[in-house]
């Protein structure tokens, strides 16, 4: 199969979602509530989503499509688009502009291709295994701290509130431990901007499939490290992330797993 034509594919269904979403955007929006009172989904994630599968179903009908929000199908092809209509749906909702389209492609259960669109700051993020990492135009790298105590990181910010000691223990080990930490409020857009070396870590818990199929590939395709908080390679479907520029890695395996474990 052309990855011309799958790249091609995959920013064209980015482009045409983030268009609307960024149309839409602005103020209040009515939300539905799904897991829990702060797990949100509005009218636009669905209208995304339906954009962006329909142009795969248009093109490639023989492959394998698995999204957050219901269009997920199953024909036992060797690709799996993995697809998270809108990443930050919270931010969205109240009218905050960090939110992105992610879409990630598997070929026989390897990650390809990973897209992430955040269209209220045009920056599209775009990695192809083994051929780097890239935003808009440029190519992008992790950065060179080496030191947890001088880095910038972003924490989790899981819908489930059973999950709050435990993120607030970890968000206070690791404030105290670095210059600082942020929530950004998607998974995708923290992997994404620790690519592009704005920060220098993250952590996140409970995580889906589609929001890590993208931007794990980005990261890794910039130079970083993603890992299971065990330091094993990372599993999209294995729920928890530990991800950094590779120099802090250790440092953040150390407090993740003392704070689990005290
Ligand atoms: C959420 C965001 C958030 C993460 C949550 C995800 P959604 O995705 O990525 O940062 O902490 O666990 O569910 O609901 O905005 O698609
Ligand atoms: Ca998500
Ligand atoms: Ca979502």
Redesign the pocket.
């Known amino acids: 199969m052309e990855s011309q034509a799958l790249k091609a594919l995959a920013l064209e269904a980015a482009h045409d979602a983030g268009a609307m979403l960024k149309e839409n955007f602005g103020g209040n929006h009515a939300f539905q509530e799904k897991t829990s009172y702060a ?1 949100l989904v509005t009218e636009f994630d669905h209208r995304s989503e339906e954009i962006i599968v329909k142009k795969i179903q248009k093109r490639f009908p023989d492959h394998d499509i698995l999204t ?1 929000e219901g269009r997920t199908r199953v024909e036992n092809s060797p690709y799996r688009w993995i697809i ?1 209509p ?5 931010n969205y909702a109240h009218g905050f502009p960090i939110f992105c389209v992610a879409i990630g492609l598997e070929h026989q259960s390897e990650l390809q291709l990973g897209v992430v669109y955040l269209p209220t700051l045009n920056e599209l993020f775009v990695a192809e295994r083994g051929q780097g990492a890239w935003l808009n135009s440029e190519r992008i790298r992790v950065s060179t701290i080496d030191r947890l105590a001088q880095g910038l990181l972003i924490g ?4 489930d509130r059973n999950l709050l000691e435990l993120n607030l223990k970890l968000f206070d080990r690791f404030v105290r431990a670095s210059h600082n930490v942020l929530r950004v ?4 857009a923290a992997l994404c901007y620790l690519a592009a070396g704005r920060v220098d870590g993250y952590w ?1 818990l ?3 499939p589609w ?1 890590l199929a993208a931007a794990s590939l980005i990261l890794r395709e910039a130079g970083g490290v993603a890992t299971n908080f065990k330091n094993e390679p990372i599993n999209i479907y294995g729920r928890e992330i530990a991800a950094s520029n590779g120099k802090i890695h250790g440092e953040m395996l150390k407090i993740l797993n003392d704070a689990m474990n005290t």
């Open positions: 797990d957050e998270d809108v990443d930050g749906t919270t989790s910010s899981p819908h409020g998607s998974a995708a996140g409970v995580l889906q929001d």
